[in-house]
């Protein structure tokens, strides 16, 4: 089960069980071996960690007790807003080892006053243990001792954290799914070289609004500038060859990034041209609520491709519209490139689209298929 949906969000997993149950084995055994001969005494932050907490028991290695204490929060009069107070602590604190186990930390804010509430009881040491922690977020002054995960600004559930009181039995942790942006039409426009990307591009642009990405096009403005990118293109470009993945990816992610939240779409023209790239895109922007809306395919036979393409080549001043490189670039195209329509027919996102004859023909079927998102 990747996904789970509670109430009206989507989360997916992302600390699963078994990495879960390894960290927590991890900080278990650190801890007994730190505090060998002090018979600490955990004090678990209710509610979120009481699975954490009752896990990390069975995994010590030395005596140990453990107790539960709850905040309970109430707004304060001063500048601080809420004001934390600790609930729950029945036992003498006195030359006592305390590890705090808390599911999550945040600010900080929290431990900090539980640090304060607890040093008023003349422990001989307290120390912070956390399942999660967000580095990003932290404002208090504290040190965190023992931190099984470090993870990124992201709202997560399950393993005793819950979303509005629900998803704490979850096994594994999952972290919410940025709501998809449906007005978006994300349109991947593919086809082998000289099937008409550029062409039909042009004229989506114009009826949509949409914005374009023409990673050929971002290539060869690089090699016009002289850049270091444009220099390792070339190579590739001259040669009929793909330019890496990674360098591509990161290319794309940055010209994406540049049209802002509010655009109504996004053409990739020439990309993605692999498998990993398709999956790169998927990623990128699934990480920013966004999605590919369709994959159009245009279809077009290699004889047609051939003359189209030598024709061009005898205005377009494009070096690899030479007869030698057309065929490399072909033979690219069948054996990387081509995979792909089996690859976006399983994401239930490929329109077939006849791309031999006119213009406009084929302009019309491709906006059937825009139409209909
Ligand atoms: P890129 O620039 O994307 O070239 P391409 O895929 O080979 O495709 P073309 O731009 O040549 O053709 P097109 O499909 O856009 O057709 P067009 O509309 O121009 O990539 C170039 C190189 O960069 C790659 O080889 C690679 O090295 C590198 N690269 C790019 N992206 C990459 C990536 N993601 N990863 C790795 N490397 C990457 O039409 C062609 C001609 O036909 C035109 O003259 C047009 O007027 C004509 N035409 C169009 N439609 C018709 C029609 N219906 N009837 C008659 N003529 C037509
Ligand atoms: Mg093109």
Redesign the pocket.
């Known amino acids: 089960m990747n996904r789970v949906r509670i109430k009206d969000k989507t989360f997916e997993v992302s600390a699963p069980e078994a990495e879960i149950k390894q960290r927590v084995k991890e900080l278990a055994s650190q801890l007994s071996h730190d505090l060998q001969g002090k018979k600490p005494l955990f004090l678990a932050v209710l509610n979120g960690s009481f699975i954490f907490a009752a896990d990390l028991m069975r995994e010590m290695t030395i005596p140990c007790e453990i107790s539960f204490v709850k905040l309970a929060s109430y707004q304060g009069t001063t500048s601080t807003g809420k004001i934390h107070e600790v609930i729950g602590i029945n036992e003498d604190l006195t030359g006592r080892t305390v590890v705090i186990v808390e599911d999550i930390v945040e600010s900080g804010l929290t431990m900090q006053r539980m640090i304060e509430t607890l040093g008023t009881r003349n422990p001989e040491s307290v120390r912070i243990c956390t399942l999660f922690f967000k580095p990003s977020k932290l404002k208090a002054d504290i040190t965190l001792d023992y931190v099984a995960f470090r993870i990124p600004d992201d709202f997560i559930v399950g393993y005793g954290l819950d979303y509005d009181g629900l998803g704490r039995e979850l096994k594994d942790v999952y972290t919410l799914v940025p709501p998809i942006n449906n007005k978006m039409k994300n349109i991947v426009i593919f086809?082998a070289?000289?099937?008409?990307?550029?062409?039909?591009s042009d004229k989506l642009i114009e009826k949509y609004g949409l914005n374009h990405i023409?990673?050929?096009?971002v290539?060869r403005a690089e090699i016009k500038k002289g850049s270091e990118l444009g220099k390792t293109?070339q190579q590739?470009?001259d040669n009929?060859?793909?330019?890496p993945d990674d360098l591509?990816v990161s290319i794309l992610a940055s010209v994406y990034d540049s049209f802002g939240r509010e655009h109504q779409g996004v053409i990739f023209?020439?990309?993605?041209?692999?498998i990993p790239?398709a999956e790169a895109l998927k990623q990128m922007l699934s990480e920013r609520g966004d999605q590919v809306a369709a994959m159009i395919e245009l279809d077009v036979p290699e004889d047609e491709l051939m003359k189209?393409?030598l024709?061009?080549g005898q205005l377009s001043g494009r070096a690899?519209d030479n007869e030698e490189t057309i065929k490399k670039?072909l033979v690219v195209y069948h054996s990387q490139t081509q995979p792909l329509i089996e690859w976006y027919s399983q994401e239930g996102l490929h329109h077939h689209i006849d791309?031999l004859?006119?213009?406009d023909r084929?302009f019309d079927d491709i906006c059937q298929v825009v139409d209909a998102l």
């Open positions: 086809g070289p000289g099937s008409g990307k550029g062409t039909q023409s990673t050929g096009d290539l293109a590739f470009i009929g060859q793909l330019i591509m023209d020439g990309f993605p041209r692999t790239q189209r393409l024709l061009r690899d670039r791309g004859g006119e213009l084929i």
